[in-house]
């Protein structure tokens, strides 16, 4: 198994550290996209870096990226079975078993990445609280806003209707089967071959992303709108926290803030961002603008989405309009509501 180190020995953190005493604790964090993939380069490793260092180097981090300890889906339960220290998760992966966070993943809320992790962290950490009990919320990572990539043009709802669809989670695949399309279900890292090999027509996903996954060559199609987000969230195993003295425990909660949010998600959204410009100039490729009647068009076909939310959230013991009233606040106090 190829391991990914970082920060291993202190010998060259102690000169930056002030003489710092030898490592102590080495996290292991599990992510499932590439090792080259932004978030990992952009993310990530910044942030394990500033770990070490505000620890006096007393902190090291192994990154095992790449599915190496498991599968995209499983990262949750890994992180809290403690099979890594720290996973990099898509809740979005385990339909229905997070049912208020879902409400992050419905289209046309966050329109800004970076200032939207702020948002996000701040309403969802004391939720997590209750939902994720059996892991530490540390950060939440959501993505440049996405849209449909496919092999023919989407511009309306309608053009959804009989498609094979790739969606970012489960309520876009909820969303593509009200407009008549049948969801293919993959990770991420899968989604190529689903489109390559046609079994799915279209994908939703962040902009580069298209090209970070080679799926440039199969969809040419994009449509030009702020669509929907999906957030991953970094966690922590608790016992892993709980073991740690108190002064490495004070370092970790100060690297678990709304203001990490944003800063661990502000690579990855301007390296997504910069994918509908890579679209824009290839002449192979298309970026379909909709009009304003298309875009209502969207954002009517959505809006049964919040009611489906609302239900599910009630079910799960909370008050859904004022967590969905708090999200909205959140999302306007950060200037990141679409």
Not at 1 to 20: Q, S
Not at 172 to 182: A, D, E, T, Y
Request: glycine residues 8%.
């Amino acid at each position: 198994m190829k391991l990914r180190t970082l920060l291993g020995a202190t010998a060259a953190l102690a000169g930056l550290a002030g003489g710092a005493t030898a490592q102590e604790i080495n996290l292991r964090i599990a992510n499932w996209l590439p090792a080259t993939h932004p978030v990992q380069t952009l993310g990530i490793e910044p942030w394990a870096q500033s770990l070490s260092e505000a620890s006096g180097g007393r902190i090291g981090v192994t990154i095992f990226p790449s599915q190496q300890l498991g599968a995209a889906p499983d990262h949750y339960d890994m992180t809290r079975d403690g099979i890594a220290d720290i996973g990099y998760v898509n809740p979005g992966y385990q339909a229905g078993r997070f049912p208020v966070y879902s409400l992050i993943e419905i289209p046309f809320h966050m329109d800004n990445a970076e200032r939207g992790a702020q948002a996000m962290h701040e309403w969802y950490a004391p939720i997590a609280e209750t939902e994720m009990a059996d892991v530490k919320f540390c950060l939440a990572n959501p993505h440049d806003p996405g849209t449909f990539h496919s092999k023919e043009p989407i511009l309306e709802p309608g053009d959804v209707k009989g498609l094979n669809v790739r969606p970012a989670h489960a309520t876009m695949s909820r969303f593509v089967s009200m407009l008549g399309g049948g969801p293919v279900q993959v990770p991420a890292p899968e989604a190529r071959e689903a489109i390559a090999n046609g079994t799915a027509d279209a994908i939703t996903f962040p902009w580069n992303s298209i090209w970070i996954f080679g799926i440039d060559s199969e969809a040419k199609q994009h449509l030009d709108m702020p669509f929907y987000v999906s957030a991953q969230l970094l966690l922590i195993n608790k016992n892993t926290y709980d073991s740690m003295p108190d002064d490495l425990k004070q370092v970790m909660d100060d690297h678990c803030t709304p203001e990490w949010s944003a800063r661990f998600s502000k690579g990855w959204a301007e390296n997504e961002a910069s994918g509908r410009a890579k679209a824009l100039e290839d002449d192979s490729h298309t970026v379909n603008v909709p009009t304003e009647e298309q875009v209502t068009m969207w954002q009517d076909a959505a809006a049964p989405l919040v009611d489906q939310w609302k239900e599910d959230a009630t079910k799960a013991g909370v008050d859904a309009q004022a967590v969905y009233d708090s999200y909205i606040s959140k999302l306007e106090e950060h200037d990141a509501k679409f």
